[in-house]
């Protein structure tokens, strides 16, 4: 392994303006090692008031939302509606690299923050600045209302959603908040490759970004789909979304438990492993079928009727085995199988930890470590860390103004007791 040299992003201040909606763009930026100053007004941010809280008492400070999508930032809590406020964020932008900002086209612009004049405090235009908004900046529903349904309602995710089980079935939504999420993914790659450019030529740039396009960039094959064919795809129960119905992919076990029977061997080898495993178990039913020998019948969707045999055969494994069995079973036997988890089975995975995917925050007083889920990958050089638990509210104003400003006692005194900062 190589010598670690520090985080991917040291070095690197952001000052991170964003609502909800935007959070999570700052929080993948600050695992990565950049200091990330969460800029709030001084009565706190809305994401604060996003349940469920720890130990279910509402509280500014204990909301898990807030937790999860600002771990790692500093808070400075500063009325920047107020001209001495955004004056102060206007001074401490000069030592910053990345402004990431999530308010309706023009807030920035009405408050003396928009990229223009970010860059004219600086000296230079070598700022990046990333604003997500639902739609854009400009177009024609650049002012439109917004929600997180309504994120997934019109870039296209909710109408790949649904069951096929239930006649008349509506289309459902993702988890909550499932458009921040894809926007904020975004947001942070268009960030990191403009601040790569502007290490590589020292140019900055303003990344605009749409959660409605990011939205549509993750419905899989629906909108290629819907281009080349000009029609949609049907939605299915727990599986992908396709032009003709397919063969259901999940069966309960002996119990309760689903189990995903997706993945079938391609080759011949494992397929006849897979094949004697079954056997094994008594319930081998089609499965010998010559016919299967043939991958082409293998494949779920396929139309043909010793497809179907065969699954109605392994639903009947399905139902004579324990989920964790089955889904053993098949992978030991070269079978692409799963098992539905909840989140708290996903905890109780010795593979997880194995990997050393959790990680623990120390939030101190009564609720003491927080397991946090980690990063989805692993950096030899330049470690993913998650080093602080997300700020209360004003934790860092006093540091931040004293230690990068150079303010006063006297004068930090005068701004809190005018309500400018907390």
Same mark, same amino acid.
């Given at each position: 392994? #190589?010598?670690t040299?520090?985080?991917?992003l040291?070095?690197?201040?952001?000052l991170?303006?964003?609502?909800?909606k935007g959070q999570?763009? &700052?929080?993948?930026?600050?695992?990565?090692?950049?200091?990330?100053?969460?800029?709030e007004?001084?009565g706190?941010?809305?994401?604060r008031?996003i349940?469920?809280f *720890?130990q279910?008492?509402?509280?500014?400070n204990g909301?898990l939302?807030?937790?999860y999508?600002n771990v790692?930032?500093r808070?400075?809590?500063?009325d920047?509606?107020?001209?001495?406020g *955004?004056?102060?964020?206007?001074r401490?932008?000069t030592s910053?690299?990345?402004?990431l900002e999530?308010f309706?086209?023009?807030?920035?612009r009405?408050?003396?923050?928009d990229?223009?004049?970010?860059?004219e405090?600086?000296?230079?235009?070598d700022l990046?600045m990333?604003?997500?908004?639902?739609?854009?900046q400009d177009?024609?529903r650049?002012?439109w209302?917004?929600s997180?349904?309504?994120?997934l309602?019109?870039?296209?995710?909710?109408?790949?959603c649904?069951?096929?089980?239930?006649?008349?079935?509506?289309?459902?939504r993702?988890?909550?908040?499932?458009?921040f999420?894809?926007?904020g +993914?975004?947001?942070?790659m268009?960030?990191?490759?403009?601040?790569?450019?502007?290490e590589l $030529?020292?140019?900055?740039?303003?990344v605009?970004?749409s959660?409605h396009?990011? /939205?549509? /960039?993750?419905?899989?094959?629906a909108?290629?789909? %819907?281009?080349?064919r000009e029609g949609?795809l049907?939605?299915?129960?727990g599986?992908?979304a *396709?032009?003709?119905?397919?063969e259901?992919?999940?069966?309960?076990?002996?119990?309760g438990?689903?189990?995903l029977l997706y993945?079938?061997?391609?080759?011949d080898?494992?397929?006849?492993r897979?094949v004697?495993?079954?056997d094994?178990?008594?319930?081998?039913?089609?499965?010998?079928?010559?016919?299967?020998?043939?991958?082409r019948?293998?494949?779920?969707?396929?139309?043909?009727?010793?497809?179907?045999?065969?699954?109605?055969d392994? %639903?009947?494994?399905?139902a004579s085995?324990?989920g964790?069995?089955v889904?053993?079973g &098949?992978?030991e036997h070269?079978?692409?199988?799963?098992v539905?988890?909840?989140?708290?089975?996903?905890?109780?995975?010795?593979?997880? %930890?194995d990997r050393g995917?959790?990680?623990?925050?120390? +939030?101190g007083g009564a609720?003491?470590?927080?397991?946090y889920?980690?990063?989805?990958f692993?950096?030899s *050089?330049t470690p993913w860390? #998650?080093?602080r638990?997300?700020?209360l509210?004003?934790?860092?104003?006093? $540091?931040?103004?004293?230690?990068?400003?150079d303010?006063?006692?006297?004068?930090?005194a005068?701004?809190?007791?005018?309500g400018v900062?907390?």
């Amino acid at each position: 392994m #190589m010598p670690t040299s520090g985080r991917a992003l040291d070095g690197v201040r952001v000052l991170d303006f964003t609502d909800p909606k935007g959070q999570y763009m &700052g929080r993948l930026l600050s695992t990565l090692g950049a200091d990330v100053i969460k800029i709030e007004a001084p009565g706190g941010d809305s994401g604060r008031r996003i349940g469920p809280f *720890a130990q279910d008492r509402p509280d500014p400070n204990g909301s898990l939302f807030w937790w999860y999508n600002n771990v790692g930032k500093r808070s400075l809590a500063i009325d920047v509606a107020r001209m001495d406020g *955004a004056a102060i964020v206007r001074r401490l932008s000069t030592s910053a690299q990345v402004v990431l900002e999530s308010f309706d086209p023009g807030v920035m612009r009405t408050l003396g923050l928009d990229y223009a004049s970010l860059c004219e405090a600086r000296g230079g235009e070598d700022l990046v600045m990333t604003s997500l908004t639902p739609f854009g900046q400009d177009g024609p529903r650049a002012g439109w209302a917004w929600s997180d349904a309504v994120g997934l309602a019109l870039g296209g995710p909710m109408s790949s959603c649904g069951y096929d089980t239930i006649p008349g079935s509506p289309p459902i939504r993702p988890t909550e908040h499932h458009s921040f999420q894809i926007g904020g +993914h975004y947001g942070a790659m268009g960030t990191l490759l403009a601040l790569l450019h502007a290490e590589l $030529t020292g140019a900055g740039q303003y990344v605009d970004v749409s959660i409605h396009e990011a /939205c549509a /960039c993750t419905t899989e094959v629906a909108v290629p789909y %819907a281009l080349l064919r000009e029609g949609s795809l049907l939605r299915q129960t727990g599986r992908h979304a *396709a032009a003709q119905a397919t063969e259901p992919w999940q069966y309960p076990a002996l119990d309760g438990v689903r189990v995903l029977l997706y993945g079938l061997a391609r080759n011949d080898r494992d397929w006849l492993r897979l094949v004697d495993w079954v056997d094994e178990q008594g319930h081998v039913g089609s499965l010998r079928d010559p016919e299967l020998r043939d991958p082409r019948k293998r494949q779920l969707g396929s139309g043909h009727e010793v497809t179907s045999r065969m699954l109605e055969d392994l %639903a009947t494994l399905a139902a004579s085995l324990p989920g964790e069995a089955v889904y053993r079973g &098949g992978q030991e036997h070269g079978a692409a199988w799963g098992v539905i988890r909840s989140p708290d089975d996903n905890l109780a995975d010795p593979h997880w %930890a194995d990997r050393g995917f959790f990680v623990r925050a120390d +939030h101190g007083g009564a609720v003491g470590d927080v397991t946090y889920p980690g990063a989805p990958f692993q950096m030899s *050089a330049t470690p993913w860390a #998650m080093e602080r638990r997300a700020p209360l509210l004003g934790e860092h104003t006093s $540091t931040i103004l004293r230690e990068e400003l150079d303010l006063a006692s006297a004068d930090l005194a005068a701004l809190c007791g005018a309500g400018v900062i907390a």
